[in-house]
């Protein structure tokens, strides 16, 4: 029986729901899964050459998202709250599984996102062309970084796992 993602991720209310599809995708896709995440929201200023939209350092289990581009997707077009987060979460979310090539990730997220969400979905486009969106994602010439990143922790992020790779 296969999976449908589309209405999983339409249904999802919260980044944990979320992010229980990235996980559900990766494990369907590559036979792999990882437990024990957390995830911190924080700001990490603004790019408008560039773009932050979250990282995962290598040996921690959390994943950090920039809360400023999710602002201005609310501002912007709200119907890419949810495919951002989900491209943002499940590229992060691979880097946690130990794919540490930044170009390989992108093919792979790119990859997995076609094969779960289909071709036209905004997820989908994301993965293939971030840049595309990048007026939604980031404030128009206000590149700046804040004084104090704030980390805040997302309870009950990581709620289906348990704390080990498999």
């Known amino acids: 029986m296969r999976i449908d993602y589309k209405a999983k991720l339409d249904e999802a209310r919260s980044l944990p729901d979320i992010f229980e599809v990235v996980k559900s995708v990766v494990l369907s896709s590559v036979g792999r899964s990882r437990g024990g995440l ?17 990282f995962f350092t290598t040996g921690s289990n959390v994943i950090v998202l920039n ?17 951002y987060v ?4 499940l590229h992060e979310y691979v880097h946690s599984l130990g794919y540490l ?9 790119y990859e997995m996102t076609r094969e779960a969400l289909g071709e036209g979905h905004l997820a989908t ?15 128009p ?14 309870r009950d992020f990581d709620r289906s796992s348990v704390s080990y790779i498999s």
Not at 40 to 53: D, K, S, T
Request: proline fraction near 7%.
């Open 38 to 54: 957390m995830l911190g929201m924080a700001n990490l200023g603004n790019h408008p050459q560039g773009f932050f939209g979250g």
């Open 67 to 83: 809360k400023i581009p999710l602002q201005r997707i609310k501002e912007t077009r709200p119907e890419l709250y949810k495919p």
């Open 86 to 89: 989900f491209h943002v979460l």
């Open 101 to 109: 090539d930044e170009s390989a990730v992108r093919s792979k997220v």
């Open 125 to 139: 486009q994301l993965a293939a062309n971030t840049g595309r969106f990048m007026k939604h994602l980031v404030y």
């Open 141 to 154: 010439d206000a590149a700046w970084k804040p004084d104090d990143v704030g980390l805040e922790l997302v």
